[in-house]
């Protein structure tokens, strides 16, 4: 049965990964972002090469009255969600707690948790009707363990393990799956977002070890959603070989 997978932030990273997972096995894929000329591209790789159905959706995850008209003014057909990756996030800047940028902060917690629960509180409705359903939230080690200088980012991660586990409660009774999945560190665009477009402090993050790639959280995403439907992965932490905790690496 061909589902339908709505990911968030699906313009780069991950969230482009992980539509491309799906659409390989002709899953119809919603896919948002907010730089809609990437989504437009995404959009016409999927049908050309995967030959499946696509719903590109422009808009701000951060903005609540977007996510609610957009997720309302769903055409019908595209209402029965089967699988929501609350993938869209980011961490911006990374100084110590007394030297912090508030609009960075305002950014990550806004993007990260905010945006997360307004995709959750519009979609999940759609999948209580139908007793039947999945929420993925892209987590990361930052929300298992904090590290130096990770403040904020860390605390909006947290947030995302603390809200998986909270959603997960309230849906047990409707059937629906919730899990998070936490990866470390991965080569994506999310350093040169955090460092503000320095390239070169982005690509030291991972100089000396091999990262995941993009392609690696993708695989973990989608075969959560290849269990029977009586398993479900609550919460799975992946990380390179080479990374033992948020702040342990064997670099060469
Ligand atoms: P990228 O920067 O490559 O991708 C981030 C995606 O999020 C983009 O598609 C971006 O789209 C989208 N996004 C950001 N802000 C918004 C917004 N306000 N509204 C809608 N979409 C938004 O980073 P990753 O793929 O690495 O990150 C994806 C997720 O994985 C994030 O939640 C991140 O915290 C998490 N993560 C990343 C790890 C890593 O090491 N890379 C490790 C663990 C977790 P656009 O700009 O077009 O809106
Ligand atoms: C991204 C991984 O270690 O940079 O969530 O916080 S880390």
Known sequence: MKKIVLVTGATSGFGKAIAIKFAENSDKLIITGRRN??????KL???KEYNTEVLALCFDVRNSSEVEKTIVALPEKWKAID?????????????????GVLDDW??????????????TRFVAPLMVARKKGHIINIGSVAGKEVYPNGNVYC?????????????????????????????GAANTEFSLVRFHGDQERADNV???????SAEDVAETVYYVT???DHVNINDLVLMPTAQAS???????
């Open 45 to 47: 790789k999927l049908e």
């Open 206 to 212: 991972y100089k000396g070890f091999k990262p995941l």
């Open 155 to 183: 605390g909006s991660k947290f947030g995302v393990d603390a809200i998986t586990k909270g959603t997960r409660i309230d849906l047990v009774q409707y059937n629906i799956k919730v899990t998070q999945i936490a990866p």
């Open 106 to 119: 305002e950014r990550m917690i806004d993007t990260n948790m905010k945006g997360l629960l307004y995709m």
């Open 83 to 99: 699988v929501l990756v609350n993938n869209a996030g980011l961490a911006a800047g990374m100084h110590p707690i007394h030297e």
């Open 246 to 252: 948020s702040m342990h690496f064997y670099k060469v």
């Open 226 to 228: 290849t269990l029977p």
């Open 37 to 42: 000329d990437r989504l437009l591209d995404l």
